[in-house]
């Protein structure tokens, strides 16, 4: 069983930048790929971004495209999301969250993902 932990949220100025971590363990995971979602009040879970744990192909959302960064860290089980120029509309709970069964493919589809952290608060101030 995998075990996910995040970190790295916080209050932001727009325009400002964080980086969030989510921590793995429990597991191997040289054919899976993680992926971030957020989630804002009232609105429905949306993908940000994915990587291949094994290769480290990304694949992004359009939220995150040309802002948003993902990576890993292979020794430290962990990945990454970089983010910059934030706007108050980025301001959400952010999951990472693991998919054991793809092979590593990359998808935006949440419904993929079979373990999930417990969510960070971004909130970024206008």
């Known amino acids: 069983q995998v075990q996910l932990v995040e970190s790295g949220g916080g209050l932001v100025q727009a325009g400002g930048s964080l980086r969030l971590s989510c921590a793995a363990s429990g597991r191997t995971f040289s054919s899976y790929s993680m992926g971030w979602f957020r989630q804002a009040p009232g609105k429905e879970r949306e993908f940000v971004a994915a990587?291949?744990?094994?290769?480290?192909?990304?694949y992004y959302g359009d939220s995150a495209k040309n802002r948003f960064t993902i990576s890993r860290n292979n020794a430290k089980n962990t990945v990454f999301l970089q983010m910059n120029s934030l706007k108050p509309e980025d301001t959400a709970v952010y999951y990472c969250?693991?998919?054991?069964?793809?092979?590593?493919?990359?998808?935006?589809?949440?419904?993929?993902?079979?373990?999930w952290g417990q969510g960070t608060q971004v909130t970024v101030s206008s």
């Open positions: 969250a693991v998919r054991a069964n793809g092979g590593g493919g990359l998808t935006g589809f949440e419904g993929l993902y079979d373990t």
């Open positions: 990587i291949n744990w094994s290769d480290g192909r990304t």
